[in-house]
């Protein structure tokens, strides 16, 4: 029996941030913000709206038209920035969400973690015979973690907050999720980080003094020497190993869901499988949140009816560390 994605769903607070916002703050100017870095507006969530509560809301559509109690496993692989350091998120949306069945656990891969969660939630649903539904949860605040006074990372300006969701189940009438393919480069490790916080640099009057609590890359120019000329490369591979591993090409694809990257990036990586920019959902109107762009777009593109009984979509991410991931999905498009 196949194991697929069964609904889709996601939640974005009321704020915007636009590019000529951003380009106040970041003095770069607002047609370079919207045509380079591929960005018209983005959402922040309020002081009242934490990742968890994020996910929350974003799972809240699916668990209105699916039985709360009929979820077995929830699963969070959203943001690491979250409500509280050292603590899981995942019984608190379990708890909040009503799923009294299902036991909660995370997994973190920062941006690279959807198609890595689904390649989870489909092996555990294909080991255990037991379990039937899994709920696959996210939340993102990394809007918060962008110091615009450091020239070194404020050029992440893209991050943004939300929540996405999906159901995962065997039988599903939806979607097939297929195969999945996974590469991993540690030697960009050290790149980037937030320095103060951990056990190497715990917080202290001293790290907030010198703003160490938001994230930092270490030497912007050696890791672009470094990473320019792999990351598209990786990304070509991990989308051609999960679709060859399913029985597709390249050519087979209907849309790819990439997370966000700068415009000329995405162009790159199109060119790259030969592909026109419509067979791809780009968030210009979102940003970057963290591992849940390419799980939004996959919502968008459902909505939007961009996809079709047959279709094939590849959801495809990267994060930093580097690990780089793609799962393929065929689209059956029934919904219950």
């Known amino acids: 029996m196949n194991i697929g994605i069964e609904a889709t769903s996601t939640y974005f607070p009321n704020e915007i941030e636009t590019a000529a916002v951003l380009a106040e703050k970041t003095g770069i100017p607002e047609n370079v913000i919207i045509d380079k870095f591929g960005l018209y507006q983005k959402h922040v969530a309020d002081d009242t709206m ?28 959203g943001s ?6 050292v ?10 969400l009503g799923t009294k069945n299902a036991y909660a656990f995370e997994i973190m891969n920062v941006s690279s973690c959807f198609p890595i969660a689904l390649k989870v939630a489909k092996d555990m649903l294909k080991s255990d ?9 996210g939340g993102c605040k990394e809007s918060q973690i962008i110091d615009y006074d450091n020239p070194r990372s404020r050029f992440m300006f893209n991050f943004a907050d939300g929540g996405s969701a999906v159901l995962v189940k065997r039988g599903a ?6 195969e999945s393919a996974i590469t991993t480069d540690g030697s960009f490790h050290d790149d980037v980080r937030i ?24 030497d912007p120019a050696g890791m672009k020497a470094r990473l320019d ?3 598209i490369p990786y990304f070509t591979e991990v989308i051609r190993k999960s679709l060859k591993k399913s029985g597709f090409t390249p050519e087979d694809i209907k849309i790819l869901l990439p997370l966000h990257t700068k415009r000329s990036m995405f162009r790159e990586l199109l060119q790259s499988l030969n592909l026109p920019e419509e067979k791809a959902l780009y968030l210009d109107h979102h940003g970057h949140m963290s591992a849940l762009d390419p799980c939004i777009g996959l919502h968008f ?3 939007q009816g961009k996809l079709e009984p047959g279709d094939i979509a590849v959801t495809v991410s990267a994060g930093t560390g580097y690990t780089w991931a793609a799962t393929v999905i065929e689209w059956k498009g029934e919904k219950t």
């Open 87 to 96: 603590w899981s998120s995942a019984p608190k949306i379990q708890y909040e």
């Open 229 to 231: 000329p792999l990351s």
């Open 301 to 303: 593109a459902s909505e």
């Open 195 to 218: 320095p103060a916080g951990g056990s190497k640099r715990f917080a202290s009057f001293e790290t907030v003094e010198k703003r160490e609590h938001y994230i930092d890359v270490v």
């Open 80 to 85: 690491p920035h979250k409500d509280y350091h």
């Open 173 to 178: 009438k939806m979607s097939d999720i297929l």
């Open 129 to 137: 015979q037991s379990i039937h539904n899994i709920l696959l949860v």
């Open 50 to 77: 934490h990742a968890s509560d994020l996910a929350i809301a974003a799972a809240r559509p699916i668990l209105a038209k699916v039985d709360p109690l009929s979820i077995d496993v929830v699963i969070y692989f």
